[in-house]
């Protein structure tokens, strides 16, 4: 996901996938500078609710309102 996806999810609270494990929604963004860049991460909260875990942006997506839900994992 790009900076608006991750807003757009952050602010909706849907759900999203990384790496084939659903997660229950953007839990929050993390702004990093490196190297004279800004890297973004996004918190994701597992659908337990019981931990998060930081992820490059790029490895977040969305999943499809119309697509069957893959079984739940991390």
Request: one cysteine or more.
């Amino acid at each position: 996901m790009n900076n608006a996806e991750l807003k757009a999810a952050l602010l909706s609270g849907e759900p999203v996938m990384r790496m084939g494990t659903r997660y229950s929604c953007v839990s929050g963004i993390i702004y990093r500078a490196y190297r004279g860049e800004i890297y973004i991460q996004a918190e994701l909260r597992d659908c337990a609710s019981h931990s998060v875990i930081i992820v490059h942006a790029k490895e977040v997506q969305r999943i499809a309102a119309n697509k069957e839900e893959p079984p739940q994992g991390g």
